[in-house]
């Protein structure tokens, strides 16, 4: 028998996504977010979710552009440290030592040391509640080529993302290969 527990903001995996956006100054900034994930396939568009509270919901508005950055487990704490603080009162980057570079395609950086990189245009802002969704086309998607599987596909295996447990506040590695997805079923 299953126990209500209520109305929360759980659901297994939550991805770790770190937001990276300029300022109107033009100073990158990056934050890690986990309300987020793929919402279309054609055109193919990620969603975020953010407080109208951060640095980077002011970013975006002004832009209209940003990049998610996957970190691998090697960057944990850099990606925890991006989310616990703001970059109104300091340069996160420059204090984890990673480095900013510049998009060709949007108006907003990507991470260089995280080896997949999703570089997006907002095409939707939705207001929710608490949290505001944006929308953003994926105009290109940047591998590291040391992450790729035979050098067309990015290989989880090697790129090790992790994901955030909202229920206990904790990071957990990516698990152990399962079966083959739209194939396992038909057995």
């Not at 986990?34 to 951060?54: D, F, H, K």
């Not at 480095?99 to 207001?127: G, H, N, R």
């Not at 596909?153 to 229920?167: H, R």
């Not at 290969?177 to 739209?182: D, E, I, N, R, S």
Request: a positive charge.
């Amino acid at each position: 028998m299953k126990k209500s527990i209520g109305p929360n903001t759980i659901v297994f995996p939550t991805p770790v996504f770190v937001v990276a956006s300029y300022d109107k100054k033009g100073k990158p900034n990056a934050m890690t977010v986990a309300w987020g994930g793929i919402c279309c396939s054609m055109p193919p568009c990620v969603a975020i979710s953010l407080r109208e509270a951060t640095y980077s919901y002011g970013n975006i508005m002004e832009r209209k552009a940003f990049t998610v950055n996957i970190p691998s487990e090697k960057y944990i704490k850099e990606a925890d440290y991006l989310g616990i603080k703001s970059g109104a009162s300091e340069d996160k980057l420059a204090s984890m030592k990673l480095t900013a570079v510049k998009s060709d395609l949007v108006d907003a950086p990507y991470i260089k040391e995280f080896p997949l990189v999703l570089e997006c245009y907002v095409i939707q802002i939705v207001k929710i509640g608490l949290h505001t969704q944006f929308i953003g086309e994926i105009k290109d998607i940047k591998v590291d080529d040391g992450f790729l599987k035979d050098t067309k596909i990015p290989d989880i295996e090697k790129i090790k993302p992790f994901s955030f447990n909202p229920a206990g506040r904790t990071y957990y590695g990516t698990g152990k290969h399962l079966g083959t997805a739209f194939s396992i079923g038909k057995t």
